[in-house]
Each structure stands twice: as C-alpha cells, then as structure tokens.
T-cell receptor, first 114, second 115 residues
Framework: AQSVTQLGSHVSVSEGALVLLRCNYS??????LFWYVQYPNQGLQLLLK????ATLVKGINGFEAEFKKSETSFHLTKPSAHMSDAAEYFC????????????WGLGTSLAVNP | NAGVTQTPKFQVLKTGQSMTLQCAQD?????MSWYRQDPGMGLRLIHY???????DQGEVPNGYNVSRSTTEDFPLRLLSAAPSQTSVYFC??????????????FGDGTRLSIL
C-alpha cells in the first residue's frame, strides 16, 4: 500500500533562509506526487505536482520539488523564505493505477521568523 | 470566479441531529470530493464524485451521504450527528486532465462541532 511520510511536523526558518520540507513515499508503481499549502483558516491550495515528466517541478510562490526515485523522496524547497510562507504544507501521493484517491502526509507546519 | 464555495462556515449541532453541508463550484469541474481534517490524522476522503449522477465512497464514508444531481453541487449530509464527526470539512474539485483526478481547488472549510 502507498504511504507518505513527512519528516518533521514543525519546521522553523529565518526570513531569507532556505526552506526544505521533506517528503518520502512508498509506492509499488510510478507515483504521482503533490504538495499542497494551507494558510490559517483556509482550504488547501495545490503548490505543485509530479506526474512522470520532468523530475524537477516548479510550483507557485517560488517553490519547487525534485522527484528522486532512488531515494523515494519528493522534498519541497524554496531558496529564500518569506514571512507569507508561514503555513501548513502537505505532501500526497496518488497511485497511477488508482489516482482518484490521494494518500496524505500528516503535514509540516512552517514558521518563518523575522 | 468564486471557485469552490462551502456553506456554512461554522456549525454547532447536538448529537443525533442531521444537517447538510453545501458545496458548489462554478468551474464546470467533473471531479468533486469531501474530506475531513482532524489533528494528527491528516486529510481523509469521505466521498467523491466523478460527474453528475456518479458518487463513490472514500476512506471514511460511514455516517455520511452524498448526491450529485448537477455538475455544480455536491452536498454532504450527516444522517445522525455524533461527537466523533466533530471536524473541519473541506470540499474540493478538479477537472479531468488525462491523468486521473486529484483535488485542485478547495473550499475554505466548514468547522463542525457536535455536542
């Protein structure tokens, strides 16, 4: 069965520092992978997705993620954190054979300190 | 363009009461779904629909009903509210794009408390 593990439920960075949010997955078939962001008291927004095209995926708000099959990882990065990036970030995997259903990670709360 | 609209935003119910959470989208998306979000549990799929007249169960369907009579609307009904259904409920939609269905647009949620 597919699963998603987000390492670190809370991450804190300084404004201007690199953001690195970790996501590892397990899947028996080539996966589709997603990152979503949830700002306080709002719904989720799709940040980016990997669907077996380029392994480096660029998303909105300056975020990108790299699919590494050998490491079964899909870590989310942003070169320079902004205060407005403070939010909850969710990684999810969808089995290419059953991609109507996402398997969600438990989320990582990102705090950005001035 | 309103996107996905959920009503109400907040609701308090007593155990045993029934209610309907409304969800509407104006993007002509085929796929709509309902999730619940609980601390430490992540998002869990309740029900989903791939088009008008077609619904299916997700991970945690017990105690909930849905229908999809139009493309735009996908209401979620709680048949007899229980405290375990206290949660934040999100409706989501997405178009079909040849790679299956994954939620793309979310509503702002309904915060439901069952006393």
């Amino acid at each position: 069965a597919q699963s998603v593990t987000q390492l670190g439920s809370h991450v804190s960075v300084s404004e201007g520092a690199l953001v690195l949010l970790r996501c590892n997955y397990s899947s028996s078939v080539p996966p589709y992978l997603f990152w979503y962001v949830q700002y306080p008291n709002q719904g989720l927004q799709l940040l980016l997705k990997y669907t077996s095209a380029a392994t480096l995926v660029k998303g909105i708000n300056g975020f990108e993620a790299e699919f590494k099959k050998s490491e079964t990882s899909f870590h989310l990065t942003k070169p320079s954190a902004h205060m407005s990036d403070a939010a909850e970030y969710f990684c999810a995997v969808a089995d290419a054979g059953n991609n109507r259903k996402l398997i969600w990670g438990l989320g990582t709360s990102l705090a950005v300190n001035p | 363009n309103a996107g996905v609209t959920q009503t109400p935003k907040f609701q308090v119910l007593k155990t045993g009461q029934s209610m309907t959470l409304q969800c509407a989208q104006d993007m002509n998306h085929e796929y709509m779904s309902w999730y619940r979000q609980d601390p430490g549990m992540g998002l869990r799929l309740i029900h989903y629909s791939v088009g008008a007249g077609i619904t299916d169960q997700g991970e945690v369907p017990n105690g909930y009903n849905v229908s999809r009579s139009t493309t735009e609307d996908f209401p979620l009904r709680l048949l007899s509210a229980a405290p375990s259904q206290t949660s934040v409920y999100f409706c989501a939609s997405s178009p079909y794009h040849g790679q299956g269905y994954q939620p793309q647009h979310f509503g702002d949620g309904t915060r439901l408390s069952i006393l």
